[in-house]
Nanobody
Framework: QVQLVESGGGLVQAGGSLRLSCAAS????????MAWYRQVPGKGRELVAH???????NYADSVKGRFTISRDNAKNTVYLQMNSLKPEDSAVYYC???????????????WGQGTQVTVSS
């Protein structure tokens, strides 16, 4: 059974930093693209940052220059370093795996349970 477990959310003042982690566990052989999304009540999920297996990244315009996505393929983990946080960054943050090869074959579109980030002004 593959799981994505997120950690690192919390309450921080504007201008502060947080680092989110998302570890994939289970019978995983390889993971392709990984990403972080966020969602606020009443709105759809928004792509925050994306990273391919070779490390290529892209970001939402609203977080460019402030957030950095990275991954450790040996640990099947993706990170999101968030600096200069703003109140509008407050949301539930979800990690996503586009597809991964497991002992049961290719698995698609896995999501973590979400972690709350709250930025106070």
């Amino acid at each position: 059974q593959v799981q994505l477990v997120e950690s690192g959310g919390g309450l921080v003042q504007a201008g502060g930093s947080l680092r989110l982690s998302c570890a994939a566990s289970g019978s995983i052989r390889t993971i392709n693209d990984m990403a972080w999304y966020r969602q606020v009540p009443g709105k759809g999920r928004e792509l925050v940052a994306h990273i391919s297996r070779d490390g290529s990244t892209n970001y939402a315009d609203s977080v460019k220059g402030r957030f950095t996505i990275s991954r450790d393929n040996a640990k099947n983990t993706v990170y999101l370093q968030m600096n200069s946080l703003k109140p509008e960054d407050s949301a539930v943050y979800y990690c996503n795996v586009d597809r991964m090869m497991t002992n049961r074959g290719w698995q698609f579109d896995y999501w973590g349970q979400g972690t709350q980030v709250t930025v106070s002004s």
